[in-house]
T-cell receptor, first 113, second 110 residues
């Protein structure tokens, strides 16, 4: 089983809204990732959690706030987003943070109006 | 840092063979991954190479030459469902980041 699940599948929000994206995996993976992907572009790394601790923040604006409540869950809290933040947000997980295959969830397609 | 280069698009006929190339320059190397991504969907893992040579997995094979900073993905007996973007990604040993190439869009025609 290499399944990573994400909810919601689609999200439309205004610039003043607060929303959260959720990601879950039950493979016992200890590294989890958030990526942002714009149309016809490759995924861009945003955050990495390793053993439930934030290990990489790729200079992401503070309007994106990650949270790892436990080893199976990863959230991305959104607040005061801009229209240019509209994208596909992908969660991935791997057994460990190095040399390991990352498995991606189906993504949340976000539209900011 | 990383510099990963892939051609952008190619068209091939059903049943044919297509080779997708990827060249890379990284400060450290911990392996190269190939992912398939259908439009609007998540990337799906296809293969992983960390040593030189060819890895075969059904209709898909991936080759790596670390000295040349070069990999290719070979798709045999193309099917319509193989129409997708194919992403090459290199795991940097220095920072454990997975750096993606821009992807190669393969269009399979009857």
């Amino acid at each position: 089983d290499t399944e990573v699940t994400q909810t919601p599948k689609h999200l439309v929000m205004g610039m003043t809204n607060k929303k959260s994206l959720k990601c879950e995996q039950h493979m016992g993976h200890r590294a989890m990732y958030w990526y942002k992907q714009k149309a016809k572009k490759p995924p861009e790394l945003m955050f990495v959690y390793s053993y439930e601790k934030l290990s990489i923040n790729e200079s992401v604006p503070s309007r994106f706030s990650p949270e790892c409540p436990n080893s199976s869950l990863l959230n991305l809290h959104l607040h005061a987003l801009q229209p240019e933040d509209s994208a596909l947000y992908l969660c991935a997980s791997s057994q460990g943070p190095a040399r390991e295959t990352q498995y991606f969830g189906p993504g949340t397609r976000l539209l900011v109006l | 840092g990383q510099n990963i280069d892939q051609p952008t698009e190619m068209t091939a006929t059903e049943g044919a063979i297509v080779q997708i190339n990827c060249t890379y320059q990284t400060s450290g190397f911990n392996g190269l991954f190939w992912y398939q991504q259908h439009a609007g969907e998540a990337p799906t893992f296809l293969s992983y190479n960390v040593l030189d040579g060819l890895e075969e997995k059904g209709r898909f094979s991936s080759f790596l030459s670390r000295s040349k900073g070069y990999s290719y993905l070979l798709l045999k007996e193309l099917q319509m469902k193989d129409s997708a973007s194919y992403l090459c990604a290199v795991l940097d040993a220095g920072n454990n980041r997975l750096a993606f190439g821009k992807g190669n869009q393969v269009v399979v025609i009857p």
